[in-house]
């Protein structure tokens, strides 16, 4: 039962100017990005997290450095940095990329990734497909959880920054959603997600959380987690304590 957080970065200088930002270099948060990642670092100190791992983009690097930054002198300290891993970097956005949002919204395409996002491969040189960015991504994660629980037991905790619809692509593939439908899911800028990867399948616990207490993340004392192998819990159960 490996438990994963999905935390996309701050908000960026692109973000705040409505422009697609993709793998376009010198892409820095702005002062409102600084601020959420701060918080939201602050906010998930006290979690065991047995790694960090980051897309290679520098929005997200300076989102997880702010993450280890507030574990320092912490019995949660890490002692790597954060490891990167392209494969939960940004969906490659082709000719689409540095252009401004509301221009793209005027192109014959924009419908075809609101309504049948599965169909669309980005136009131009380095173009990718929406599925090929999740199929990369969900690799990617079945691939860090199986190096974590063998590194670090089955039940350990552990933190991917990455980019909106990366996450997206990935919360749909937890939920059994096809691509088509991911656009229904919200994943604002520095917002946490957390899904557990039991035995059988994923568990989506938190959704676009932007603030709050994560102290219903925290291992149970008494070491005990519900049923076995994320089970759910028939009824619903009582949640956190």
């Known amino acids: 039962m490996t438990t994963v957080l999905f935390v996309r970065h701050g908000r960026t200088t692109a973000n705040s100017s409505g422009v697609l930002a993709g793998w376009t270099p010198g892409v820095f948060l702005d002062d409102r990005g600084e601020e959420q990642a701060a918080a939201l670092a602050a906010r998930i100190a006290e979690l065991p997290l047995a790694a960090v791992v980051t897309s290679p ?5 300076q989102t997880s450095e702010a993450v280890l930054t507030a574990r320092l002198g912490t019995k949660f300290a890490l002692d790597a ?27 014959p395409l924009w419908k075809t990734v609101q309504t049948h996002p599965s169909a669309v491969t980005f136009p131009g040189p380095g173009g990718e497909a929406l599925r090929t960015t999740q199929a990369r991504a969900v690799d990617a994660v079945r ?32 939920l ?13 800028p520095c917002s946490l997600t957390v899904i557990t990867y039991g035995a059988h399948r994923p568990t989506v616990g938190r ?14 004392p008494d070491g005990r987690h519900g049923p076995a192998s994320g089970d759910a819990v028939v009824g619903g159960g009582a949640g956190a304590p």
């Open 176 to 188: 059994g959603m096809h691509l088509d439908l991911f656009q229904r899911i919200q994943v604002d």
């Open 81 to 107: 940095g954060a490891q990167v891993d392209e494969r939960v970097g940004e969906c490659r956005y082709g000719d689409w990329t540095g252009q401004e949002l509301k221009k793209l919204a005027e192109d």
């Open 143 to 174: 691939d860090w959880n199986e190096r974590i629980a063998a590194e670090h037991g089955p039940e350990a905790m552990y933190l991917v920054c990455s980019h909106g619809d990366v996450i997206k692509a990935l919360v749909a593939d937890a």
């Open 207 to 220: 959704l676009n959380d932007t603030g709050g207490s994560v102290a219903g993340l925290l291992p149970p």
């Open 57 to 61: 983009l520098e929005r997200c690097r």
